[in-house]
């Protein structure tokens, strides 16, 4: 199985989003979107006017519900249901003030927070990859003028002109929002990194109809790719903090305390869930300008196979292992070796690697380094029939207590030596990124509720059953249709 050659920085799962270095955004404030920053100067109306806009038309009919595109080119009854759905939701998104921000970039933050954000299926990304949609947004003037794939590129970019603001002005309300967390310095880094890149896309025109204007459009979004590499480390950090703040408020047990306060677990999931829609939509976007390779649709390969993934996947975790213990356990495949269907290969990389390392240290730990391991199970269950790709993780690592098992899914839970944590926190910004066997087996306690996350995305889930003083069971489901929406909250 050979896995999608894209850029280092455009991986987004595994082993590689930026190996080899440090890279470093190109995208500089310019000086009109440094206006915005400054609360004395009004942000300037857009003045770019293109000669040949009218070569490029949208078609007024309505889309296909499966196409990236329908949910935002509405009939006037949508936007009136709209319109009235702001009206009678009046605290919904509001004229929030956000923290060191002018008014008036706060208003344009406001404005697109009380978009509706567009929800996407695998299976829409494929369709619109392949130009299957294309027919339905173009004049047949525009179609003659361009190559499919110009058309194609045109027609995303398009869609992620619009689509990106609106999704990260959501995320910024919810970063001003949530409780106490928000002071936390890392916390407070996130929220102008996705403030510089709102004010950038804006700035940006707002349609595009060429080919120059696309190519444009690609290094921006590029740029915001790169920069936002780190964001999953850097809100780990935030959350570290968050933690040792309410110890040294409170004196309590702070795993504890993190456990029960829900409201930040529920803003934890709809920040990382919605993280990972947006990495997806511009990387699908960035893959689709690579060099076309065979069964994939940007980063979707059609015919990805579990088996292929799982042998990287343990290969990873056993490098991992080794490197801690000097030894690792034996991991035995079985079930549908040979199923293929169509996934993202980076998305079950990284589940994988998440649930095999956990499954290595704590068989490890349990036995004792000088022992004989007994075998990780893994099985790939499939029918003609079912509805999802099952994978099935085994453990013999002692198991969970029963009062842990919740606090699991907690991105502040690990039982890691606090030595690594803080060294992990104490990374240098442009030395982290989101994944990779650089980092420790265990570390800040994101692993599983972000595993469960990107199996979420396209309809999937993550389930664990264990069974103290014995071992620990992992079920991966994955939606085999394709044809789930992402779960865009609020």
């Known amino acids: 199985m050979m896995y999608r050659h894209l850029p280092r920085r455009l991986r987004l799962g595994g082993v ?18 440094l ?69 008036d970039v706060a208003k344009l933050i406001n404005t697109h927070a009380k978009k509706v954000q567009t929800p996407v299926s695998l299976q829409a990304l494929m369709r619109t990859g392949r130009g299957e949609f294309l027919d339905k947004h173009f004049e047949d003037a525009a179609v003659e003028k361009h190559t499919a794939t110009e058309l194609v590129l045109m027609q995303v970019a398009s869609f992620l002109r619009r689509e990106l603001p609106i999704r990260l002005a ?30 950038e896309l804006l700035e940006f025109d707002k349609k595009i109809v060429n080919a120059d204007q696309e190519a444009a459009f690609s290094r921006l979004v590029e740029g915001i790719y790169e920069r936002h590499s780190r964001v999953l480390v850097q809100m780990a950090k935030g959350a570290y903090e968050f933690r040792n703040h309410i110890a040294a408020e409170k004196g309590m047990n702070a795993k504890d305390v993190f456990a029960k306060m829900e409201e930040t677990h529920d803003f934890l999931d709809r920040f ?30 059609s015919v990805t196979s579990p088996y292929e993934i799982v042998k990287r996947a343990i290969d990873d975790a056993a490098f991992m292992c080794t490197r801690k213990y000097g030894d690792a356990p034996e991991v035995i495949m079985s079930g549908r070796l040979d199923l293929t269907f169509p996934y993202v290969p980076t998305h079950l990389h990284y589940i994988m690697l998440e649930l095999l390392k956990n499954s290595m240290r704590a068989t490890v730990e349990w036995h004792g380094p000088d022992a004989d391991f007994p075998p990780i199970k893994v099985i790939i269950a499939d029918g003609s029939d079912n509805e999802d790709v099952v994978i099935k993780v085994s453990d013999e690592g002692g198991g969970i207590p029963r009062s842990n098992v919740k606090k699991i ?30 980092s420790p087996l265990a570390g800040l306690g994101y692993g599983l509720p972000i595993s469960r996350s990107y199996c979420r995305y396209f309809g999937g889930d993550l389930s664990i059953m264990s069974m103290e003083g014995y071992g ?19």
């Open 16 to 33: 590689t989003i930026a190996d080899g270095g440090i890279w470093r955004s190109r995208a500089a404030l310019s000086q009109r979107t």
């Open 35 to 103: 206006r915005y920053l400054v609360p004395r100067h009004p942000p300037q109306p857009n003045r770019h006017h293109h000669a040949n806009a009218s070569s490029l038309v949208l078609s007024s009919s309505a889309s296909s519900s499966s196409s990236l595109f329908g949910a935002w080119k509405r009939n006037a009854t949508q936007q009136q249901q709209e319109r009235f759905i702001s009206f009678t939701q009046p605290m919904l998104s509001q004229e929030m003030e956000y923290e060191g921000v002018p008014p």
């Open 170 to 199: 959501h995320r910024i309300q919810d970063l001003e929002k949530v409780p106490l967390m928000k002071d936390m310095q890392s916390v407070k880094e996130v929220k102008q990194l996705y403030i510089q890149s709102f004010l």
């Open 272 to 301: 990382y869930l919605c993280r990972i829609g947006i990495r997806v939509l511009i990387g699908q976007y960035l893959a689709l300008r690579q060099p076309p390779v065979d069964h994939y649709v940007g980063i979707i390969c």
């Open 409 to 438: 899914w907690s991105y502040l839970f690990t039982t890691a030596d606090p030595s690594i944590q803080e060294g992990m926190v104490g990374v240098n910004n442009n030395e982290a990124v989101d994944h990779g066997i650089d």
């Open 472 to 490: 620990t069971d992992a079920f991966v489901y994955l939606a085999r249709l394709g044809n789930s929406k992402e779960p865009v909250p609020i």
